[in-house]
């Protein structure tokens, strides 16, 4: 999946459209207003501050696989806590399309599904006024705010400028101030060591400053092998009169071969001191790697160490173990377990006042964001009748984000080549729960509605979900209750310091039809307690939802501040839910064998007769009695059939 040559580094590269348009002349046409939650002000925060961060580069991949792949490493370098990340631009690769695996589509993703601050690159040359802009109103419509303004390079010809085209990168920074004002952030490159193409060094530093005065409000730089050849290049910016914040490019050495690669590409040296180290275990990755590790974490040292750096800027080539374990070693990678939210935050603008979802999309987040992008407004604070949500369509598009992360041939393993019958469903769910490996000697990691192993918080009531799933108590979401726990508690805290939170246990599973007639008896000796839903793939539907009004099932109480109550259930979202979920036992599961094959047949049958259930606990601060609610449905059951009729009462416990 990793590819260098589509990475962002120098004359990587190239394109071979024509100029076809003008490009108009222009400044900025208003004083700047800082936005404050714009990049530009995230770093001028941090400056001020004197909190070093870094930022991470990642580029386009060319398989639908792959982008799979990409975004599960921006969930997992978003731990992290980078400032930013950025997109590379690619013109070979149709950058500004639909498409899976374009520039466009991969920051969009980054930005509205992983909540990532996200930069992306864009290149001009060859390339009409119009399309740019076409490219730009589209950056704009998907919610991305950061742009790195660059020039590219023709696709294998020499430079040669065009009457009336974009012929550098002040000319797009321009264009953009021009169009958008300062709706954008705008990056653009500098090089420490003069553009390949400059005939001098203080020439292209002329350059990089007429960029700047375009409207530019960072620089990012290429990378480098010393670290006096970035510093002497900051303080030329300075004494230019180049102002804004500077941040070298750091390039971990991971390869012989992608270090050949891009020093070809971007035409840089390579120190005779670093190839006399790399010549003798150029076959060794390991050892390339360790030493790659170690060269870039003391060149980091360095150059924070200076004073002059605010910040550091990783080429990863869309890899993640040797940026992390320089970041760790620089005590940069900073994994706070903090949430803001029980919920990832989208970072498209557009969604800045959403503060509630519905708990059912709680292991498929993305999935949410999805089907609710085209939302001009998101509910806050309440889900009345008014606020009945339209939940976008289940469609082919969509099916990219139901995508697993793991290959068929894994997911047969953890889920069975060939089901016997209903119990092998019950037993891969309990695998699930447990983390024991099934009789494949495998591990089950996901399911169909979780992508990733259990969370913390679910793992409170391992010995309870086990029992049940045991028994066909199907389980796809839940959460313990819980009566004001400090924010900061490690496995169910969320929000800011010195606040508490609450939760009221929560139970989402699949059961079969028989189950229901009985489960409704025993739901009736809990009257008010206990709230539920229940519904099958036709959308017969039993519930005790008053009025249709949300339960919000988590909230917190911080110093300072209105109650906040992310999460609700509510009885019109389920509906769509509903949909989702049953969906994905075809989608996810049955696909895996053969149309008609017993295997097919059992999914199938579970997807056409079962019910989903999800029950709520309103009593939060006793004892949570959902599991005695399945308790009393088997006892139930198994009293009926003694005794021979339905209308059997629950046995007194002994
Ligand atoms: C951080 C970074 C990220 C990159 N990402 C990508 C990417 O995603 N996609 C991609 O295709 N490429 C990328 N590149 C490579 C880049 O496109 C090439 O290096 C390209 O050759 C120059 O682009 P630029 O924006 O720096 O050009 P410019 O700033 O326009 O400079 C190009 C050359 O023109 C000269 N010049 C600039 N202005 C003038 C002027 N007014 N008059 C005369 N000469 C002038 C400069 O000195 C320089 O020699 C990246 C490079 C860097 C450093």
Same mark, same amino acid.
């Given at each position: 999946m990793v590819n260098e040559e589509q990475s962002g580094m120098g004359q990587v590269f190239k394109s071979d459209d024509r100029f076809s348009d003008g490009?108009?002349?222009?400044?900025?046409?208003?004083?700047?207003?800082?936005?404050?939650?714009?990049?530009?002000?995230?770093?001028?925060?941090?400056?001020?501050?004197?909190?070093?961060?870094?930022?991470?580069?990642?580029?386009?991949?060319?398989?639908?696989?792959?982008?799979?792949?990409?975004?599960?490493?921006?969930?997992?370098?978003?731990?992290?806590?980078?400032?930013? @990340?950025?997109?590379?631009?690619?013109?070979?690769?149709?950058?500004?399309?639909d498409k899976e695996t374009s520039s466009m589509t991969i920051a969009s993703t980054a930005v509205n599904y992983c909540g990532l601050e996200t930069l992306l690159h864009i290149t001009c040359c060859n390339q009409t006024k119009d399309q740019i802009t076409q490219h730009l109103h589209k950056a704009r419509h998907l919610g991305l705010k950061n742009l790195l303004a660059l020039r590219g390079d023709p696709m294998g010809d020499e430079w040669k400028t065009e009457e009336g085209g974009f012929n550098y990168a002040s000319d797009l920074v321009k264009h953009i101030r021009s169009e958008f004002n300062d709706y954008f952030a705008i990056c653009v490159a500098g090089y420490p060591t003069g553009h390949p193409e400059c005939k001098s060094y203080e020439e292209d530093l002329r350059h990089l400053k007429?960029?700047?005065?375009?409207?530019?409000?960072?620089?990012?730089?290429?990378?480098?092998?010393?670290?006096?050849?970035?510093?002497?290049?900051?303080?030329?910016?300075?004494?230019?009169?180049?102002?804004?914040? @500077?941040?070298?490019?750091?390039?971990? @050495?991971?390869? +012989?071969?992608?270090?050949?690669?891009?020093?070809?590409?971007?035409?840089?040296?390579?120190?005779?001191?670093?190839?006399?180290? @790399?010549?003798?275990?150029?076959?060794?990755?390991?050892? &390339?790697?360790? +030493?790659?590790?170690?060269?870039a974490t003391d060149m980091c040292k360095v150059l924070l160490e200076s004073g002059l750096v605010p910040g550091l800027h990783f080429y990863t080539l869309n890899r993640e173990v040797a940026t992390v374990e320089i970041l760790k070693r620089l005590r940069l990678w900073t994994e706070d377990p903090r949430r803001a939210l029980p919920w990832t935050i989208s970072a498209n603008p557009k969604r800045k006042i959403e503060d509630?979802?519905?708990?059912?999309?709680?292991?498929?987040?993305k999935s949410y964001i999805y089907r609710t992008q085209d939302w001009d407004e998101f509910p806050n604070g309440r889900w009345g009748n008014s606020s009945s949500p339209a939940f976008g369509e289940l469609n082919d598009y969509y099916l990219f984000y139901l995508n697993s992360n793991c290959s068929k041939e894994e997911l047969l393993k953890m889920w069975g080549e060939e089901l016997v019958d209903e119990k092998s469903i019950f037993d891969v769910f309990t695998a699930y729960i447990t983390g024991q490996s099934n009789s494949n000697g495998k591990r089950v990691t996901c399911l169909p509605w979780n992508d990733e192993p259990l969370a913390l918080e679910t793992s409170l009531m391992k010995g309870e979900l086990e029992?049940?799933?045991?028994?066909? &108590?199907?389980?796809?979401?839940?959460?313990?209750?819980?009566?004001?726990?400090?924010?900061?508690?490690?496995?169910?805290?969320?929000?800011?310091?010195?606040?508490?939170?609450f939760q009221k246990a929560y139970l989402e599973f699949f059961t079969s039809a028989e189950n229901i007639p009985t489960l409704l008896k025993v739901l009736k000796k809990y009257k008010t307690r206990v709230n539920y839903q229940i519904v099958n793939v036709k959308g017969e539907n039993i519930n005790n939802a008053f009025d249709l009004q949300p339960i919000a099932v988590t909230w917190g109480i911080f110093p300072g501040r209105e109650i906040i109550q992310p999460t609700v259930v509510d009885p019109i979202s389920f509906i769509y839910w509903k949909d989702e979920a049953f969906a994905l036992w075809i989608e996810r599961w049955a696909k895996l064998y053969p149309t008609g094959s017993p295997s097919w047949q059992i999914i199938q049958d579970i997807h056409d007769r079962y019910y989903l259930v999800n029950l709520v606990d309103n009593d939060f601060p006793f004892e949570n009695c959902l599991w005695q609610v399945i308790d009393d449905l088997f006892r139930l059951k198994a009293s009926e059939k003694t005794c021979g009729s339905p209308t059997c009462e629950l046995p007194v416990k002994p």
């Open positions: 490009s108009q002349e222009s400044s900025r046409s208003s004083t700047p207003s800082p936005d404050a939650d714009g990049l530009q002000e995230k770093i001028r925060r941090h400056i001020e501050s004197g909190d070093k961060w870094f930022s991470l580069e990642f580029f386009p991949p060319r398989t639908s696989g792959g982008a799979v792949n990409l975004i599960s490493r921006f969930d997992h370098m978003a731990v992290g806590g980078p400032l930013f @990340i950025d997109v590379t631009w690619h013109p070979a690769g149709d950058p500004g399309s007429l960029k700047v005065e375009a409207g530019a409000d960072f620089i990012i730089s290429q990378l480098f092998f010393k670290p006096e050849t970035f510093l002497s290049f900051f303080k030329d910016c300075r004494a230019m009169g180049i102002t804004c914040p @500077i941040l070298p490019g750091i390039f971990p @050495i991971q390869g +012989y071969h992608s270090l050949r690669q891009l020093v070809k590409l971007s035409k840089l040296q390579v120190p005779q001191e670093i190839k006399d180290i @790399i010549d003798p275990i150029k076959d060794n990755d390991a050892a &390339i790697r360790n +030493y790659g590790i170690d060269l509630v979802r519905p708990i059912f999309w709680a292991s498929r987040q029992k049940v799933n045991q028994m066909g &108590i199907l389980t796809i979401n839940s959460q313990p209750n819980i009566n004001a726990r400090p924010s900061a508690d490690p496995i169910v805290g969320w929000g800011p310091e010195g606040g508490f939170v």
